[in-house]
């Protein structure tokens, strides 16, 4: 089979689990006859028709509200922020409505909200958002971030069966950068589970998303000094699976996150605070971080890329955290 | 009027206390100031006395129960109680949860939720008095700089890390120098591996101390054996005396005391005294009166530390630990350099009867300044006691025993008796230790007050 | 109706403009056991009510007590035009439509008081409550207008699985300058989604009036510039709520898109039970009094001779003896336990989501559901008077499963992707 890319692989998912079930419904902006602003739902209307793909108006919070009611009958449906920076409009129906309807009279919301999320395509500041945790602090939501072709799949096919309302975040840098072949099977991805897409012994590095890939070309810069980084790819956000996390800390003591979120409240700080709550005595350094600057996302090609960590950002800091 | 029963604050630092007992039943009458309940707390046991007259209508706390202090346990039917005496019925614009509990509900209904609810301490815990940390390795009187994972390692193998060189940015000592140490043979190897850290979340208990297992708890438990929780006296003790020991650097001063001119003397009145007072003549009050003029000499004895600050105590209180069956107490005579000899000998029999009887009351031990303990009741001819903080000095009274004794190139058969000070070479020096035990016994062996 | 006249659409939805009440000649359709069924909601809202006032100032509830007396009629009458299979989404004070939907008081008292026998098990108070399975109720939340994009939802999902159900939900008129309201509105329009939208103008949006936040003579004004049919109603007159109600849940069930009634009405105490509502004048509160809903219907049932005394005094002493049991019921539940503070975030099996299909599966599965997926383009901007030669550039294929209600209406141009699989005739 030819090579897959991240977004054709969530396209796949899409088209498959509403082949296999008819209550998975899409709704969104632009996502039908358009086939979506980056053509993630190409194709889609096509096949499964006007009941089951709805172009909607502009109104993020209608399209959470009625993806909400839709849950409620029984239906899955998946609902498209044509840019995840727009989630903000409908910020109140996902933290007020969605996440505590479980908690507050038992009623499940069975949904996906997915979205192009993430920088380094001179996106702008309304453009490159990552707004991963506000809904990391909301209990009720889960919150996904593949950072694979495979795992964008496989993940978003979880998400769907999910009975939990899930934020699937989609980085459009990788949309059409990566590739990799999938295998055939109707496979799928558990939320919840982190994995180790590269073993080390000196230090690990825990990151998802695009800075994953960063992450990994800077373990490749340092296996050449000799030193060897543990990199770990959360994949999902919320739930965090601590138990990958602080494995790999008892075995490197060192600990190093990288993500493309501003620093202030970024994950990094959650991550840090759980290890030193619950590994301290396996630390042989303190928790470092590598992540944007704290500040909207510039426009500028120069400004962007200072902006955003880079490998050799993520190396610099993995070496003096080797050193330590 | 229904009076609320409140749970007593037994102590400026004291949040909570626990219910162990509760003396009157549901429906039964009760007497003002008769006793209602017991309680246990970090400082103190004691008996609450019944606030008012009346039936005693519920009981809200049950016993085991810790609640915060304030707490409405109980609740008194009172007929006569005037409106001074009922507590303010809460008015629950902020917090109506306090309020809404039904009145008549069956108790398995409703009361069981309130109670538990209040099971739980309240969330802002106070903080802890300020004490020093534990003080890290240190190399020349410079912290050596590691890190948890090394310390952790140190400590599993035994080895000392002043005697490492580190070779991590700065001179740290890294995981690697430790794993090299630890391959080298290190310490003593320390076979089990190291105890689990305490599960996060757990709240830490009132006392600045965590309670430490010194070894790992494989080790201790092996054989036949049989596991006995401590009592919460028992833990406060215990978190007490690990306090004082980690704050205070310890100095002990020995010296021996001839008391046989006391001895005679209480020979001799014992029965004279015993009958026109009503009162047991015991050797504790010579000892009293001794402290109180070595007090009254060197000061700095009469002290408390606070950080950089020597807080000279310008009130002479002086605890004396009495031992329970369950524990040991130190009830505090206060002001005792203001008291006569029978004053005192009553404030000590008083306070030792009471204590066994749980009847003491919080302030009577709190704000002592120094402290005597007397290992010679059970016939120790010396002990070392630990400084029972915040004081800076402990008189140790070893058994009164004949021995021969040196007199003026002869030997003669004298009552000699052991002293020991504990003092806190923070601020009391050997030389001032050593006049201050100079002027207690010189005081004991040249004994020339009345004691009727 | 204000001077100003409104632009007809093209197809105009019918916007009534006179306000609907049976004092001017609107018959009623109801039995007389509806009209006695009826009564006894009302009454029983309005003495339910009138008790968690008295609880309130006993201290025996939680939290703040939100009463609608003097909008029974809206509640009930409204919520009397549903079938069982239709779904409803009360807001703080439809404490009516939830008994009519089948909650008792003991549900209501003990969501009020916190209990672990609510229906929320004390994890949430007031009317915030529902089920999904039996009585078809979505719980509301404080945030105002969310419910009217989740009906919308509601609805198109019966539409989608064949279930011929509507969805109502409720506003205050101060809802109705949210965002999500409009939203909501606007797609339930765009979708024609079978959904009754009521509008209970209690005429206080906690203390502004009313006409200091909208600058419109009716509420139902604002239906206009959604494209749907609306009623303006007497709230305060059980039989031509329902009526219009009933009027209203039709059209929907036949296909003709959303309703918005709006519902005049008053309401006759503060916000909550913390305000007087001393910003309301004193003749205000008269001018309504007068116009009980309950005074008026109980006249309304014996000059028409529906009832006699005995009958009304049945009623009252069954809600009596209801409530007392109700009551004494709640006051004996016990709060939720402590430990239920950290339970039941997340789904995690407790539920299985299995939609009730009323139509074959296959009409909305390929190859029966494909389409070609062409905008319809209906005019070309409408800078002229007439539409001119408004036929489509493309034809829809697929069996024609594409339901009118689904047609897109407008669009500008013909997609690039689309790729024909079969032309069937439309």
Request: charged letters at 25%; a neutral charge; hydrophobic letters at 40%.
């Amino acid at each position: 089979m030819a090579p897959v890319t991240y977004l054709e692989a969530i396209r796949q998912a899409l088209f498959e689990e509403m082949e296999r079930d008819p209550s998975v419904v899409l709704l969104g902006e632009d996502i039908g006859v358009y086939g979506g602003a980056f053509k993630v739902t190409a194709g889609l209307l096509e096949r499964f028709g006007w009941e089951r793909v709805i172009d909607t108006p502009i109104s993020e919070t209608a399209i959470v509200g009625a993806a909400v009611g839709m849950g409620y009958l029984g239906l899955r449906p998946v609902a498209e922020m044509q840019f995840i920076d727009f989630i903000a409009c409908c910020f109140n129906q996902i933290t007020n409505f969605v996440a505590k309807s479980h908690y507050r009279w038992g009623a499940p919301v069975p949904i996906v909200l997915r979205g192009p999320c993430g920088g380094g395509v001179h996106g702008g500041p309304f453009h490159s958002a990552n707004p991963e945790m506000y809904f990391v602090h909301t209990p009720g939501l889960k919150v996904v971030c593949p950072a694979t072709a495979y795992d964008a799949k496989g993940l978003l096919k979880s998400a769907i069966r999910d009975n939990n309302p899930v934020l699937f975040l989609e980085h459009k840098f990788l949309y059409r950068r990566i590739k990799e072949e999938l295998p055939e099977d109707n496979y799928t991805v558990p939320l919840g589970q982190a994995v180790v897409r590269r073993e080390g012994r000196d230090l690990t590095i825990v990151s998802y998303a695009a800075m994953m890939h960063t992450s990994l070309e800077a373990a490749e810069l340092l296996a050449k000094e000799g030193i060897e980084a543990e990199v770990i790819d959360l994949r999902t956000l919320l739930p965090l699976d601590k138990e990958t996390l602080l494995a790999s800390v008892r075995k490197t003591n060192k600990l190093l996150v990288v993500h493309e979120d501003t620093r202030t409240g970024g994950i990094a700080g959650e991550i840090a605070a759980i290890v030193c709550e619950e590994a301290f005595e396996d630390l042989d350094g303190p928790v470092r971080r590598v992540t944007s600057l704290d500040t909207p996302v510039p426009f500028a090609p120069p400004l962007e890329e200072r902006f955003l960590p880079n490998a050799a950002s993520v190396a610099a800091a993995a070496r003096e955290l080797a050193k330590y | 009027m229904p009076v609320d029963v409140i749970m007593p604050q037994m102590g400026e630092s004291i949040f909570e206390g626990t219910i162990t007992k509760w003396l009157k039943k549901p429906g039964e009458k009760v007497e003002r100031d008769e006793p209602l309940f017991e309680i246990s707390t970090d400082k103190v046991d004691a008996e609450i006395p019944a606030p008012a007259a009346g039936v005693l209508k519920e009981i809200k706390v049950g016993e085991g129960q810790t609640v915060p202090i304030q707490t409405v346990v109980a609740v008194i039917d009172a007929p006569g109680a005037t409106e001074q005496a009922v507590a303010p019925a809460p008015v629950p614009s902020e917090a109506p949860q306090a309020a809404p509990a039904p009145q008549k509900p069956a108790e398995k209904a409703a009361e069981k939720p309130v109670a538990k609810a209040l099971e739980k301490p309240p969330a802002t815990a106070p903080l802890p008095a300020p004490s020093a940390p534990p003080a890290g390795p240190r190399r020349d009187g410079h912290p050596i700089h590691s890190s948890p994972l090394v310390r952790r390692l140190a400590r599993e193998h035994n080895i000392d890390l002043s005697t490492l060189r580190g070779t991590g940015a700065g001179g740290r000592i890294s995981k690697k120098d430790i794993l090299r140490a630890v391959e080298a043979g290190g310490g003593r190897p320390s076979a089990a591996p190291a105890a689990p850290a305490p599960p996060a979340g757990v709240p830490a208990p009132a006392a600045q101390v965590t309670l430490e297992t010194a070894v790992p708890r494989e080790r201790i438990y092996f054989g036949r054996y049989e596991v006995q929780p401590m009592s919460m006296m028992r833990q406060r003790i215990a978190e007490h005396m690990v306090a004082s020991k980690r704050t205070s650097p310890h100095v002990y001063s020995v010296d021996e005391a001839d008391v046989t001119r006391i001895v005679e003397l209480r020979e001799r009145t014992k029965t004279e005294f015993e009958k026109r007072t009503e009162a047991k003549l015991t050797f504790m009050p010579f000892f009293v009166r001794a402290s109180v003029e070595g007090l009254r000499a060197f000061p700095t004895v009469n002290a408390s530390v606070d950080g950089t600050n020597i807080v000279l105590h310008h009130e002479i209180n002086i605890g004396i630990a009495v031992a329970l069956d369950w524990g040991l107490i130190v009830p505090v005579i206060k002001n005792a350099d203001e008291k006569n000899f029978l004053g005192l000998q009553r404030a000590i029999n008083d306070l030792a009867e009471r204590a066994r009887a749980k009847k003491l009351r919080p302030e009577e031990v709190q704000e002592g300044t120094f402290s005597i303990t007397n290992p010679g009741v059970f016939g120790g001819l010396m002990g070392l006691p630990v400084i029972n903080q915040p004081n800076v000095a402990i008189l140790g009274i070893g058994a009164i025993q004949k021995r021969p004794v040196v007199i003026q190139d002869a030997i003669a058969i004298r009552s000699m008796a052991y002293l020991t000070l504990s003092y806190d070479h923070r601020v009391v020096d050997g030389a001032v230790a050593h006049q201050f035990m100079g002027k207690v016994k010189s005081m004991l062996e040249n004994w020339n007050e009345n004691i009727l | 109706m204000n001077g100003c006249t409104p632009p007809r659409h093209r197809l105009p939805p019918p916007h009534e403009e006179q306000v609907r009440t049976t004092e001017q000649g609107m018959k009623a359709s109801l039995t007389r056991g509806q009209h006695l069924e009826l009564y006894y909601y009302m009454k029983l809202n309005r003495t339910l009510e009138e008790q968690l006032e008295r609880l309130f100032r006993q201290n025996k509830l939680v939290g703040g007590l939100y009463l609608s007396l003097g909008q029974e009629a809206t509640s009930v009458g409204t919520a009397y035009a549903l079938e069982p299979r239709d779904w409803m989404a009360p807001m703080i004070r439809n404490v009516g439509a939830l008994l009519v939907k089948g909650y008792k008081p003991r549900d209501i008292l003990t969501q009020y008081m916190a209990r672990h026998t609510s229906p929320t098990l004390g994890k949430d108070g007031t009317s915030h409550f529902g089920d999904l399975k039996m009585r078809h109720v979505v719980s509301p939340i404080s945030v105002l207008g969310d419910l009217i994009p989740v009906m919308t939802g509601v609805a198109l999902a019966g539409r989608y699985l064949g279930q011929k159900i509507v969805a109502m939900t409720w506003i205050g008129d101060g809802g109705t300058s949210t965002g999500a309201f409009h939203e909501g509105m606007n797609f339930a329009a765009g979708q024609k989604a079978p959904f009754v939208c009521v509008v209970e103008n209690n005429q206080w949006a906690y203390s502004t009036p009313v006409k200091r936040q909208v600058p419109l003579e009716n509420l139902a004004d604002r239906a206009r510039a959604y494209g749907i049919a609306s009623y303006i109603v007497d709230g305060n007159d059980v039989v031509a709520v329902y009526e219009t109600a009933k009027e209203a849940v039709e059209r929907c069930r036949a296909g003709e898109g959303p309703v918005l009634i709006e519902a005049k009405t008053m309401r006759m105490r503060g916000h909550a039970q913390h305000d007087a509502a001393e910003y309301v004048p004193k003749e205000m509160f008269a001018y309504w009094k007068a116009r009980d809903p309950l005074d008026r219907y109980e006249k309304f049932l014996t000059e028409n001779r529906i009832w006699d005394a005995k009958n009304r005094a049945e009623i009252e002493a069954r809600i009596e003896r209801e409530l007392k049991e109700d009551l004494e019921f709640a006051e004996n539940s016990p709060f939720p336990p402590p430990e239920l503070a950290g339970q039941g975030v997340y789904c995690q099996g407790c539920h299985s989501i299995e939609p009730e299909w009323h139509r074959p599966k296959q009409e909305v599965m390929p190859p029966k559901a494909s389409v070609r997926a062409v905008w319809e383009v209906e005019d070309f901007g409408s800078l002229d008077q007439v539409p001119r030669g408004g036929k489509s550039t493309a034809e829809v294929s697929g069996d024609g499963a594409r339901p009118p209600a689904q047609e897109p209406e407008k669009g500008k141009r013909k997609a690039k992707i689309a790729k024909p699989t079969r032309r069937v005739k439309r």
